[in-house]
């Protein structure tokens, strides 16, 4: 299991860790209208799954907002889809208020499906650990990292060069 610090405090993972080359597992999510959202609502697609805390914290918030500059130059196949535990209608707030509009935001908030599918449930905090996965058009997880440390950035360039060798 990885291993997580959140502000240098080590945390417990709930769930399963996903290994690269394994097919992704299922989740339901809930879209800013509350409707569900699975992995399958997206499938044919390449999938950059962005994980944050929360989207009200500076890192999470340039995270989220550098996945949808970039969701441009990415072409038709990908979608950008950012889960965190924050709630939908706080979701749709920060959207509006940064004009996030290339990418999917989903609460994992109600079930905690999602954190323990991919294990990224910080027990402590019922918050989700910082982390980015690569899915593609085959349902197959062609990438995968867990930051670390929870208030460190992710690797943006090597998640999104993922992103490029899935769509090829």
């Known amino acids: 299991m990885a291993q997580v610090t959140f502000k240098n405090n080590p945390v417990t993972l709930?769930?399963?860790?996903?290994?690269?080359?394994?097919?992704?597992?299922?989740?339901?999510?809930?879209?800013?209208?509350l409707s569900p959202v699975t992995l399958q609502d997206s499938a044919g697609k390449v999938r950059l799954i962005s994980v944050v805390p929360s989207l009200d914290t500076g890192v999470c918030s340039t995270q989220t907002n550098k996945f949808n500059?970039?969701?441009?130059?990415?072409?038709d196949d990908v979608v950008i889809l950012t889960i965190s535990a924050d709630l939908p209608f706080a979701q749709a707030r920060w959207c509006g208020a940064n004009a996030a509009d290339a990418i999917q935001t989903l609460s994992?908030?109600?079930?905690f499906s999602f954190a323990e599918a991919f294990g990224v449930g910080m027990k402590e905090l019922r918050l989700l650990a910082r982390s980015v996965f690569v899915v593609d058009k085959n349902d197959v997880v062609t990438y995968a990292e867990y930051v670390s440390e929870g208030t460190n950035h992710p690797d943006y360039d090597k998640a999104l060069e993922a992103v490029k060798e899935a769509t090829k």
Request: aromatic share 4%; charged share 25%.
């Open 108 to 111: 994992d908030h109600r079930d």
């Open 69 to 75: 500059q970039a969701a441009a130059s990415l072409g």
């Open 14 to 33: 709930v769930g399963q860790e996903v290994v690269v080359g394994e097919k992704a597992p299922n989740y339901t999510v809930l879209a800013n209208d």
